[in-house]
């Protein structure tokens, strides 16, 4: 058996999905672990739970014994959770980050013409929903630049149009959740932000 598949049944056996592995040249082991999530129950609201310190100490314990066991060298063992721009692997995880802001990364360009999209744009930022048909995923922004903090708009101003890109996740290279960082504290996810 691979240590990584090993690395994953001591995750998971402890509680924990495994979000990724990385193993560096310089000998530096990273294992980034999350909560199990599931879709809440209809009617019901999803309570979003957090890796501990305490979570990642007792993952690293566990760890330590198994690779001495297992004998692979490493230098060191980093273990710690997915934080703000937490990688989109797994079909569970675009359900649960449905109507957040994420980059996509496609393995080729979507090859549009005669839309506003270049032929050649391979990467975007926008809100994840999933597409009409129940199968695909769907990334829905707008390229208008945002408005400056402070700038004031004005209520006649047209909003700009939003585009959409269909893709499913054979299509994908990289997804990630969009970096963004709200200094007003934590909000429930579609709360509106008082100015």
Not at 6 to 14: A, F, P
Request: glycine content about 8%.
């Amino acid at each position: 058996m691979a240590w990584q598949e090993t690395v994953e049944q001591t995750v998971t056996g402890l509680g924990f999905d495994l979000v990724d592995l990385e193993r560096s040249a310089g000998g530096l082991l990273r294992v980034t672990i999350d909560l199990p999530w599931a879709p809440p129950a209809e009617g019901q609201v999803a309570v979003e739970r957090f890796v501990t310190v305490e979570d990642c100490e007792k993952i690293t314990r566990q760890l330590q014994y198994l690779l001495e066991v297992e004998g692979l060298e490493y230098r060191r063992l980093e273990v710690g959770s997915p934080g703000i721009d937490r990688p989109l692997r797994r079909e569970i995880d675009y359900v649960r980050f449905a109507g957040h802001v994420v980059d996509i990364t496609l393995k080729a360009p979507i090859g549009v013409t005669g839309a506003d999209v270049a032929a050649n744009r391979k990467k975007f930022r926008g809100t994840l929903e999933r597409a009409e048909d129940g199968v695909q995923w769907q990334v829905v922004w707008s390229d208008a630049p945002e408005p400056k903090p402070g700038q004031r708009v004005s209520k006649k101003r047209v909003a700009p149009p939003l585009q959409a890109l269909c893709f499913t996740l054979a299509d994908v290279q990289q997804a990630r959740l969009a970096p963004i960082v709200n200094f007003k504290g934590r909000q429930a996810h579609g709360e509106a932000t008082p100015d």
